[in-house]
């Protein structure tokens, strides 16, 4: 996925894509906005203690999983932090 102005969402925008607000469930993660929608792991929009619609990237620090989980998930866009 290019990076350009159609494709990067403020936190704002990721915080409503929590599978409460809209059915989506989005994470973002190293810069990049995830599609969980159709992981049965984020039913809800929750996993374990994490929230779907924020920047997991210091929540994962600690995880018992490698970066390689996001493998398997779509990459919708890229979170713009200057624009929140």
Known sequence: MNE???NFFSLSQLA???GQDK???W???K???YDL?????WTGGTHYEHWAGQDLTEELEDAPHSDKVFEKFKVIGFLNHTNN
Not at 37 to 41: C, L, P
Request: with cysteine.
């Open 4 to 6: 350009n102005d159609d």
């Open 16 to 18: 409503m894509r929590n």
């Open 23 to 25: 059915e989506d469930i």
């Open 27 to 29: 994470c973002g993660y």
């Open 31 to 33: 810069g990049k906005i």
């Open 37 to 41: 929608t159709t992981s049965k792991m």
